[in-house]
């Protein structure tokens, strides 16, 4: 019987020996978290679980979708015997929230946050050839602050929040390595200079190891390097790229390097093994333009939430990950910007090998507070540790042009205004300080605080053409459309970086659906499939013909839920002719012209 989901997890930094935990588990809901008290870590549960799917999901063979404040999961594992001379990694892909780990009675491992791989060692805890009995609790208190992206904070869906996810929701799996092993690598291509910069860490390294790194494309090896191992906590390689096999990753080629790591003790022997990837291409800011190897790209984004109906945050496939891309190309759109969720990383892969665009960003939005001011935003310090665990997983990725740590930041409570400003700095550092070599957008719409930010942008879901027109007209002299709360200013002014309107459209369209709480989306919903395409095309239009707009980002990709604004349905099945939609986009944009 095939497992769910039982593809690679970690398709960027892969090793051939693993074993997917994915499937049927013993699973308890704990309603008032006393699970703990009442023995649960000791004795077999209730109810069985479909992993990697949460409890709320049909696909979870649950579908539960009340809060729980904790949940419970229980599976014994036979270790490989193969594995015995080996260290035994149980990874976690992503559970939501705050999780702790028992193996064999013994805790292993907690971390805190829902969007973000955690790995237990279970050295001296469960041995290869013997069964494991792998516990695992995770407590999710939803009306808590916590990152929590469209979750909702209330019983039920509405407006633009969306069924919960607690739990584990994407892949378990275990993985042998030696006492000496390669953890995953930074990855930097260096255009200019022909080359990759590699930045491999090794766990338990000692002197008189050697790390060696072979470039490879289809035709072969294209450059090898090795460089001794000392009391580093990391080794950096290069790995030149000769002119004859040069190749950039583009959107329209995304070429893809293959790059074999090997760890060698001090008699010359392999004693760890990885294969990577990676894409050799630039992004640079030159004036109003971002250039993606040196050529201006208007960016024609779709906002992505990432939402299934059968799954809510997990794919049912890995097939649906890589669809959800070809369904948005097919509409014309060159990449996404993904909202509100740190997606699987398997869509990242789809992307790197289709040559779409994607802007990262972290599920900023918590839960409401109590006050008659507060909103979905109650950031803390944990906001930085797990946006930092993200940027860590994704840095290599060459799709991802750009990163936005937090969305529409709300200024209008005076007494917070402080702690959101100090998250929305640190946030920015923090990416800049991981990463050097892409945009960073500071907060995409409402409240722009960081005076440095590589990026600037504004929301716009005005439906009406002239009113839509008349928000943009003032880019032109330096009075771009900004969003304000209650009629005030709440951003720093705009300083003349790139600019784009990152999200607007959201046009109200699915045939059949009541106009009531269970359907809503952006303005008065057409009359007709035809007046949709005349607003998406004048929409679009004032956009591409603005000279000092580099790109755009529609909302959204399909319908979720109760938010029935999509291109697509939440089934995926077509609304519109995709045909049209790409004609209207697909032509050059005026700031690509410039370059003519």
Not at 103 to 131: K, Q, S, Y
Not at 291 to 313: A, H, K, S, T, W
Not at 435 to 456: A, C, F, K, N
Not at 571 to 585: E, I, M, T, Y
């Amino acid at each position: 019987m095939q497992l769910p989901r039982d593809e690679y997890p970690r398709p960027q930094f892969t090793r051939p020996d693993w074993l997917c935990l994915n499937g049927e588990w013993e699973f308890e809901i704990d309603h008032d978290d006393t699970g703990r008290e009442r023995g649960l870590l000791d004795q077999p549960l209730c109810n069985k679980i479909t992993v990697p799917f949460c409890p709320e999901s049909p696909l979870s063979g649950i579908g539960e979708t009340g809060f729980m404040n904790a949940v419970w999961y229980r599976r014994t594992v036979l270790i490989p015997e193969a594995w015995r001379e080996r260290r035994v990694l149980l990874h976690f892909q992503a559970v939501d929230y705050d999780t702790t780990v028992w193996v064999n009675g013994v805790e292993a491992g907690r971390h805190r946050g829902g969007f973000t791989p955690f790995t237990c060692d279970l050295n001296h805890i469960a041995v290869p050839g013997e069964p494991a009995v792998i516990v695992v609790r995770a407590r999710d208190y939803s009306k808590r602050p916590q990152a929590l992206g469209k979750q909702c904070h209330e019983p039920e869906n509405y407006g633009c929040l969306y069924t919960r996810t607690t739990g584990i929701w994407q892949s378990v799996w275990l993985e042998p390595v030696p006492e000496s092993y390669l953890l995953r690598p930074r990855i930097t291509p260096d255009v200019g200079s022909c080359m990759f910069r590699l930045e491999q860490r090794i766990a338990g390294g000692r002197p008189g190891q050697q790390l060696r790194a072979v470039l490879q494309d289809d035709s072969g090896e294209v450059s090898h390097t090795a460089s001794a191992v000392g009391m580093d906590f990391s080794v950096r390689l290069d790995l030149p790229v000769p002119e004859a096999r040069y190749r950039l990753w583009s959107p329209g080629d995304p070429h893809l390097y293959t790059i074999s790591l090997m760890l060698f003790d001090e008699k010359d022997t392999v004693i760890d093994s990885a294969e990577s990837y990676a894409g050799l291409r630039s992004i640079t800011i030159e004036g109003m333009a971002v250039r993606i190897n040196g050529e201006i790209v208007f960016q024609r984004l779709v906002l992505d939430q990432g939402y299934y109906p059968e799954g809510i945050m997990t794919a049912p496939t890995d097939e649906a990950l890589q669809q959800d891309i070809t369904l948005s190309m097919a509409a014309g759109f060159n990449g996404a910007r993904l909202h509100q969720k740190v997606f699987e990383e398997r869509f990242l892969y789809h992307a790197d090998k289709l040559g779409y665009l994607i802007w990262g960003e972290f599920g900023d939005w918590g839960c409401a507070g109590q006050g008659e001011n507060d909103n979905h935003q109650q950031p803390d310090a944990s906001y930085i540790t797990q946006w930092l665990e993200a940027l860590e997983r994704d840095y290599s990725h060459p799709s991802i042009i750009g990163w936005c740590p937090l969305n529409e930041t709300w200024q209008f409570c005076s007494d917070r205004i402080h702690q959101l400003d100090d998250v929305t700095r640190g946030m920015f550092l923090a990416t800049k300080a991981m990463d050097g070599t892409r945009p960073v957008l500071d907060t995409s719409g409402y409240s722009h605080r960081v005076p440095e930010s590589d990026i600037y942008d504004s929301h716009d879901y005005e439906q009406q053409q002239d009113a839509f027109a008349a928000n943009h007209a003032g880019l032109a002299i330096g009075q771009p459309f900004l969003n304000k709360e209650n009629g005030k200013d709440v951003s720093i002014p705009w300083r003349g970086q790139p600019f784009f309107i990152s999200e607007f459209g959201g046009i109200w369209w699915h045939p059949g659906a009541a106009q009531d709480k269970d359907s809503w989306g952006y303005g008065d919903r057409p009359k007709s499939e035809e007046e949709f395409y005349s607003r998406f095309k004048y929409l679009c239009d004032i956009l591409l013909d603005d000279p000092l707009m580099f790109g755009y980002c529609y909302t959204q990709l399909t319908d979720v839920f109760q938010e029935q604004n999509g291109i697509y349905a939440f089934n995926r099945d077509s609304k519109f002719d995709l045909n049209r939609l790409k004609k209207v986009q697909q032509r050059r944009a005026a700031i690509e012209e410039e370059e003519v």
